[in-house]
């Protein structure tokens, strides 16, 4: 065959695609307003009747080269992405993404902003044990300037047989304190049936890395107007922990806080490996206030302090650690919380680094 007759039979097949291209977006195009109607007439977009008697249709007209198989295979994959084409905008930029939405979100909760420019401490007991446990921590937090308690009341425990948290019990006692010291309650809530409730109690609701991916908890969290700490997974990926924010906030809840709390490798000299990266990481990728749990990722309490100025040094909002009067005897993580005075010297430190001031300092 002479060079010629190839650049000739090449130039039909450019004029083909061309072709082809206007085509199936003339398809696309078609398939969209088909689309758009079912939607007013509230019908399902997906329709296999239809698909079938498409395919039998070509498959009675096709007189090669390609084979019946072929030619069912080509188009099917033409149904797929013209049926995919209305989800794609969803799809590909997500709600709790940059591109979405350029600037930070800020959560403003009793005159506390997370996510503003001050980086915030989240700090208390593991579980809510009694009003005196909680108040002594309480009492602390006032003398350093610190606004946010956390405690848990439902606890997500490995054994059946560990303590499992106070429950209503212990969101009363959370309530309660925080109105008496002015503080902003933070506490898990494990159940769907239970998020509605919790609104009355805490001011942001914990979801934890056990419960990433318990989508009927996301969605109920989505569906009411209260802030909420999403921890990430213990073996999330962050594509899935992006995700699961996403759950919560196309259900309608913008008011989402992502927290780091370390992930399982086959490291064991701490109980967790905290994903440093993954601050900056969701930091880009969303405008999502990001946390640092120190204490979960790393479950030693020599290593608190360096994590913490590494959360605070690489972009995070804040970093939360668990402290207790008395760890020894504490219900549940009794081995890495820390003591008040621990503590103070923890965040003694932090304000020496000038990589943290006190929300109180803030103020002045
Ligand atoms: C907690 O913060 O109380 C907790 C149980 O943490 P995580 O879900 O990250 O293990
Ligand atoms: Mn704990």
Same mark, same amino acid.
């Given at each position: 065959?002479?060079?010629?007759?190839?650049?000739? %039979?090449? &130039? @039909?097949?450019?004029?083909?695609? #061309?072709? !082809?291209?206007?085509?199936?977006?003339? $398809?696309?195009? /078609? =398939?969209?307003?088909?689309?758009?109607?079912?939607?007013?007439?509230?019908?399902?977009?997906?329709?296999?009747?239809?698909?079938?008697?498409?395919?039998?249709?070509?498959?009675?007209?096709?007189?090669?080269?390609?084979?019946?198989?072929?030619?069912?295979? %080509?188009? &099917? @994959?033409?149904?797929?992405?013209? #049926?995919? !084409?209305?989800?794609?905008?969803?799809? $590909?930029?997500? /709600? =709790?993404?940059?591109?979405?939405?350029?600037?930070?979100?800020?959560?403003?909760?009793?005159?506390?902003?997370?996510?503003?420019?001050?980086?915030?401490?989240?700090?208390?007991?593991?579980?809510?044990?009694?009003?005196?446990?909680?108040?002594?921590?309480?009492?602390?937090?006032?003398?350093?300037?610190?606004?946010?308690?956390?405690?848990?009341?439902?606890?997500? $425990?490995?054994?059946?047989?560990?303590?499992?948290?106070?429950?209503?019990?212990?969101?009363?006692?959370?309530?309660?304190?925080?109105?008496?010291?002015?503080?902003?309650?933070?506490?898990?809530?494990?159940?769907?049936?239970?998020?509605?409730?919790?609104?009355?109690?805490?001011?942001?609701?914990?979801?934890?890395?056990?419960?990433?991916?318990?989508?009927?908890?996301?969605?109920?969290?989505?569906?009411?107007?209260?802030?909420?700490?999403?921890?990430?997974?213990?073996?999330?990926?962050?594509?899935?922990?992006?995700?699961?924010?996403?759950?919560?906030?196309?259900?309608?809840?913008?008011?989402?806080?992502?927290?780091?709390?370390?992930?399982?490798?086959?490291?064991?000299?701490?109980?967790?490996?905290?994903?440093?990266?993954?601050?900056?990481?969701?930091?880009?990728?969303?405008?999502?206030?990001?946390?640092?749990?120190?204490?979960?990722?790393?479950?030693?309490?020599?290593?608190?302090?360096?994590?913490?100025?590494?959360?605070?040094?690489?972009?995070?909002?804040?970093?939360?650690?668990?402290?207790?009067?008395?760890?020894?005897?504490?219900?549940?993580?009794?081995?890495?919380?820390?003591?008040?005075?621990?503590?103070?010297?923890?965040?003694?430190?932090?304000?020496?680094?000038?990589?943290?001031?006190?929300?109180?300092?803030?103020?002045?």
């Amino acid at each position: 065959m002479s060079q010629e007759k190839i650049d000739a %039979l090449r &130039k @039909q097949v450019d004029e083909i695609n #061309l072709q !082809l291209l206007q085509l199936i977006n003339r $398809r696309a195009a /078609l =398939v969209q307003e088909i689309g758009n109607e079912k939607e007013k007439q509230g019908i399902n977009r997906f329709d296999p009747e239809r698909e079938r008697e498409m395919l039998n249709l070509l498959v009675e007209h096709n007189e090669g080269p390609f084979n019946d198989n072929t030619i069912r295979h %080509l188009f &099917k @994959q033409i149904f797929k992405v013209s #049926l995919e !084409l209305q989800d794609d905008e969803k799809k $590909r930029v997500l /709600l =709790v993404s940059r591109q979405k939405k350029s600037e930070d979100t800020v959560i403003q909760v009793k005159g506390v902003e997370f996510g503003g420019k001050a980086p915030i401490l989240i700090a208390g007991p593991c579980s809510v044990e009694s009003y005196e446990q909680v108040k002594e921590v309480a009492e602390n937090h006032v003398k350093r300037g610190l606004r946010v308690l956390r405690g848990g009341a439902y606890k997500p $425990r490995t054994s059946p047989y560990d303590f499992q948290g106070l429950g209503v019990e212990g969101l009363e006692i959370l309530k309660r304190i925080g109105d008496e010291y002015n503080l902003v309650t933070i506490s898990e809530i494990v159940s769907p049936n239970d998020i509605e409730l919790a609104t009355q109690y805490i001011d942001v609701i914990q979801i934890g890395a056990r419960n990433m991916q318990n989508f009927e908890l996301l969605k109920a969290a989505g569906r009411v107007n209260h802030p909420i700490l999403l921890k990430r997974g213990l073996s999330a990926t962050i594509e899935e922990f992006i995700y699961a924010a996403e759950y919560i906030l196309s259900e309608g809840n913008t008011q989402v806080m992502l927290c780091e709390r370390g992930i399982r490798t086959y490291e064991k000299a701490t109980r967790n490996t905290l994903d440093i990266s993954a601050v900056p990481l969701l930091k880009q990728e969303t405008h999502l206030p990001v946390f640092v749990d120190v204490t979960h990722s790393t479950g030693r309490r020599d290593l608190l302090l360096p994590t913490a100025k590494a959360g605070f040094a690489v972009g995070a909002d804040g970093v939360m650690i668990e402290v207790h009067p008395d760890p020894d005897v504490a219900l549940s993580d009794a081995k890495q919380q820390v003591t008040i005075p621990q503590f103070n010297e923890i965040v003694d430190e932090l304000l020496k680094s000038g990589l943290y001031k006190t929300e109180a300092l803030l103020g002045k």
